[in-house]
Nanobody, 125 residues
Framework: QLQLVESGGGLVQPGGSLRLSCAAS????????IGWVRQAPGKEREGVSC????????NYADSVKGRFTISRDRAKNTVYLQMSSLKPEDTAVYYC??????????????????WGQGTQVTVSS
């Protein structure tokens, strides 16, 4: 089965930037729609962003529009989430996830079939 491996989390100051990576072995991520989902302790999962497989169409949660960018590097079989102007409320465990071919119409945190292990992002001064 598809196995996703995440990296890039860490501690960053408010206003700073961080890039998360999602990679897979054996399988080609281009076949899948790839999403980023975050969850803070005691809170529901929140869809952050998603990129479709072929068209590259993307969506973003209102809370991150203009600050986060999702992208694919097809040569490296990797999907990235570039996060800028980070805020304390962005603190959460971030997961990359895969589903079918198309993203949900709106960002959401549950309609995925495969999940990475999660990487902690902490935004604090």
């Amino acid at each position: 089965q598809l196995q996703l491996v995440e990296s890039g989390g860490g501690l960053v100051q408010p206003g700073g930037s961080l890039r998360l990576s999602c990679a897979a072995s054996r399988f080609t991520l281009d076949y899948y729609a790839i999403g980023w989902v975050r969850q803070a302790p005691g809170k529901e999962r929140e869809g952050v962003s998603c990129i479709s497989n072929s068209s590259g169409m993307t969506n973003y949660a209102d809370s991150v529009k203009g600050r986060f960018t999702i992208s694919r590097d097809r040569a490296k079989n990797t999907v990235y989430l570039q996060m800028s102007s980070l805020k304390p409320e962005d603190t959460a465990v971030y997961y990359c996830a895969a589903r079918g071919r198309l993203c949900p119409i709106e960002p959401e945190g549950y309609k995925y079939d495969y999940w990475g292990q999660g990487t902690q992002v902490t935004v604090s001064s």
